[in-house]
Each structure stands twice: as C-alpha cells, then as structure tokens.
C-alpha cells in the first residue's frame, strides 16, 4: 500500500485508538513509513484548525491588534476631540 492510501485511510479514522491499531497492521513494522504517515496526520490536525476560522476574521482580529497597539490612550482622546470638531463644523456649514 501506497504512504499517501495508509494516510486518506488513516484520515477517515476517528477514534485514535482504532487509528494506531490500524498503522500498526498496515505499516507492518516499517517504522519509516509510520513516522511519515503520522507526521502527516499531525500536521493535518494542525491545519485543520487554522483553516476553522475564516479569513475575515483573521483580518479583523490583525487589525484590531494594530490599531490598538498603535494609538495610545491619550491619542485616542485627542481623536476624539479631532472628530467632535470636525462635526460641529459640518454642522454650522449647513
């Protein structure tokens, strides 16, 4: 049997016992080849966690972190004070 059958066969197994029991029939003492299809599956179990959470989120959470890191208390209150300025402005222009 082929690395990249034992692994999809191995990935349809759920229960991780069922699972080593199964690598250890199909590998049948090739200790490379149940490294390698482990591996794999590790990093499959990894990647499926990261792929979860959609990218949106990802960017909103990015962004989130880089504005806060960037605008410190005391200029976020002057913004503020920018932005209220700016409204009673708009307001006497119309």
Do not use: K
Not at 7 to 22: C, G, H, K, M, S
Not at 26 to 34: D, E, P, T
Not at 36 to 51: D, K, T
């Amino acid at each position: 049997m082929h690395e990249r059958d034992l692994l999809n066969a191995a990935f349809e197994i759920v229960d991780p016992t069922a699972r080593r029991e199964y690598l250890d029939e199909a590998c049948a003492g090739n200790s490379m080849l149940r490294a390698r299809v482990e591996r794999l599956l590790n990093h499959a179990a990894q990647a499926a966690g990261f792929l979860e959470q959609p990218a949106s989120d990802l960017c909103l959470d990015f962004a989130a972190g880089f504005v806060a890191d960037a605008i410190e208390p005391s200029h976020a209150s002057a913004l503020q004070g920018e932005t209220d300025d700016v409204a009673t402005a708009r307001g006497t222009l119309s």
